[in-house]
């Protein structure tokens, strides 16, 4: 397996992203991941769990990532942006909000907007990383790793519902 930079991440995150049909449901289906990855990133800053952290903050570039090859994005233009931009309050409705007006009432997502608050996102992972010392990219190769253990081939319904977390659990430390 080769290693995961910010440069390749993109890439190597497609293998697993599944199609449900539209443009429109997958980019609610990523809001909807960011929304619960965070909220499980939560739970490791509130149990003071680093290997929880780390494992969540990848989980939240997955979707970030796939969001970019479903809206035509560039993960690596995101991440380098946000190392340019100061940390502003952030909150995910507004991802969210754009997600839902595309699917619910048929409006041409804003990719600009689109961008800006993924920017934020990034930037926001990012004092996350260094908050709790490590690498931005560390959490983007122990996420690959995951899902290779996970997905040995590809995406797979039966794969998802059918997890050895036990195996899982050794590619995170």
């Known amino acids: 397996m080769t290693d995961t930079t910010i440069e390749n991440y993109q890439e190597r995150t497609m293998r697993t992203m599944t199609d449900l049909g539209s443009k429109e449901v997958d980019g609610a289906h ?60 952030f909150s995910l409705g507004p991802l969210a909000d754009l997600h839902k007006r595309e699917l619910a009432y048929g409006k041409e997502m804003d990719v600009d907007l689109l961008e800006k608050e993924l920017v934020k996102f990034v930037k926001f992972l990012s004092l996350i990383a260094a908050s709790y010392d490590f690498e931005y990219e560390e959490s983007l190769q122990i996420n690959i790793n995951k899902l290779y253990k996970r997905y040995p081939e590809k995406f797979s319904n039966e794969a998802a519902l059918n997890r050895d977390l036990d195996e899982e659990y050794k590619t995170l430390t």
Not at 30 to 59: S, W
């Open 30 to 89: 990523m809001v909807i991941g960011m929304v619960t990855e965070v909220e499980e990133m939560k739970e490791g800053v509130f149990n003071k769990d680093k290997v929880n952290i780390r494992e969540e903050h990848g989980d939240c570039n997955w979707y970030i990532a796939n969001t970019c090859n479903i809206y035509d994005l560039d993960f690596k233009e995101l991440y380098a942006k946000s190392l340019k931009q100061e940390f502003t309050k």
